[in-house]
């Protein structure tokens, strides 16, 4: 959902909000703005409704329910994301963390790991904390819609100790970048539910068929790094459990397209089962399958 106020003055005054109000109460705001914001975008209510709808099989009252806690639940995510940026401690919000060990176990292996994560809880989080243990981390992002709203979230990224490469138009160079950094045995984070136009394959989600990044199959054929499942997702009192997963058991023959899809095909399935238990978390607000007329839809992200 991005309307008029995603810009960087928004952004600036979110931050100075977060920083001087207390967590709920800020969230509470959060929640308060978003809620007006999805109620005049009708084209944002429709995708979620229709994501939501194809997610959990929910319809009429529960599934109105269902969206609006959603959007509550986003906008506390966007207040924890400023609170963060605003100076405060992101392990403050860290509720329980499992899993660390497939990580560390990844990278004794010497070959890199791909985290993966979707538009699910908070995703920013994840890698801060990671950062926070001293890995060497780097986010996949997209540019946002302004140049400076980029080099504000790359700045804020950067304190907290995480690099970035952006990927998409005008990036041509940008997967040799990131092979180079798993080579390195560094840490690779990405979003992988939403691919961007060109980078996505045909898998079936939920019984549908749309597409997901096949960036995690690709990067594991040249790379063979760790491919990591990793997700934070969030409670009613404000608090996170972050939890990583034992490496995706991808497969490798000498058909290497046929590998990419049906790789990709794990990936999804996998987080599907991760999505399907948290639907109220699960932040998407354009369109995740396409109608019967139209090919998959490949949005772009925002990271």
């Not at 599934?63 to 605003?86: E, I, K, P, T």
């Not at 690099?163 to 560094?186: C, D, M, W, Y």
């Not at 089962?273 to 925002?302: C, D, G, K, L």
């Amino acid at each position: 959902m991005q309307p008029a106020l995603y810009n960087l003055t928004a952004f600036k005054l979110a931050r100075l909000a977060a920083r001087w109000l207390p967590q709920m109460c800020a969230r509470r705001l959060a929640a308060m703005i978003a809620l007006r914001v999805y109620d005049r975008r009708p084209e944002a209510s429709a995708a979620l409704r229709e994501n939501l709808a194809a997610l959990t099989g929910c319809g009429g009252a529960e599934l109105d329910a269902l969206c609006r806690a959603n959007v509550v639940n986003f906008a506390g995510m966007l207040s924890d994301y400023f609170r963060c940026a605003a100076g405060h401690d992101s392990e403050a919000l860290l509720g329980e963390w499992r899993g660390i060990e497939h990580l560390k176990a990844a990278r004794e292996r010497g070959h890199g790991v791909i985290v993966v994560t979707a538009h699910l809880g908070h995703w920013e989080l994840g890698g801060l904390l990671l950062a926070r243990q001293g890995l060497p981390i780097t986010v996949i992002t997209l540019e946002e819609p302004e140049s400076e709203l980029t080099r504000w979230r790359d700045l804020h990224r950067q304190r907290a100790g995480l690099k970035t490469i952006a990927v998409g138009p005008g990036h041509a160079f940008s997967f040799v970048e990131i092979v180079q950094t798993l080579r390195r045995n560094e840490i690779v984070a990405m979003l992988v539910d939403r691919p961007y136009a060109g980078t996505g394959v045909p898998i079936t989600f939920c019984d549908r068929p749309t597409e997901f990044s096949t960036a995690p199959a690709l990067l594991w054929q040249h790379t063979n790094a760790a491919v990591i499942p990793a997700f934070v997702t969030g409670d009613h009192a404000g608090r996170y459990t972050a939890f990583a997963e034992p490496p995706l058991d991808f497969t490798r023959s000498a058909d290497a397209p046929r590998d990419l899809v049906r790789n990709t095909q794990l990936l999804a399935s996998h987080f599907e089962n991760i999505i399907r238990q948290r639907p109220n978390q699960w932040f998407n607000f354009v369109p995740i399958w396409p109608s019967p007329a139209a090919p998959p839809a490949t949005a772009e992200p925002r990271r």
